[in-house]
């Protein structure tokens, strides 16, 4: 990535007019009539390479996660978006969403322990309920 966003510079410039002076007693200024812009685009140079990947930052940071979280995702260290994906996964794999509104999940035990002990959830409501399970 060696260049970023672009630069852009004007210049202005008059078109030639045809010089044909009235009267020579009095100096004139002669103002061009048609005067056209030109935009001209530079590119500037970034101040740093990239070298290499990026070091996961936020939600893509792995993070400890509680004993209850690691029963469903089977791992200590977890991104939260990874963690998602396999809460989804297990919700799936086990067939726990409702077969008349899928956007409702009914929680097993393991989901239980960290949702709160609510019995059914909102998928929207997974990302809220996980947080304090991240440490």
């Known amino acids: 990535m060696?260049?970023?966003s672009a630069?852009?510079?004007t210049f202005v410039f008059p078109q030639a007019l045809p010089f044909s002076p009235k009267s020579s007693s009095s100096p004139r200024l002669i103002l061009p009539t048609n005067v056209g812009t030109v935009r001209t685009v530079t590119l500037a140079t970034a101040s740093k390479p990239a070298t290499g990947p990026r070091t996961p930052r936020g939600i893509t940071k792995p993070r400890r996660v509680s004993p209850e979280m690691q029963a469903v995702v089977g791992v200590p260290e977890i991104s939260r978006?990874?963690?998602?994906k396999q809460i989804w996964a297990y919700i799936k794999e086990h067939n726990l969403q409702?077969?008349?509104n899928k956007k409702i999940i009914n929680c097993d035990e393991k989901l239980k322990k960290i949702f709160g002990g609510?019995?059914?959830i909102g998928f929207?409501?997974?990302a809220g309920l996980i947080t304090p399970h991240f440490l």
Request: cysteine-free; aromatic content about 6%.
């Open 2 to 4: 060696a260049t970023s």
């Open 98 to 100: 409702d077969p008349d």
């Open 81 to 84: 978006t990874q963690a998602l």
């Open 118 to 120: 609510k019995d059914r």
């Open 124 to 126: 929207l409501q997974i």
């Open 7 to 9: 630069f852009v510079s």
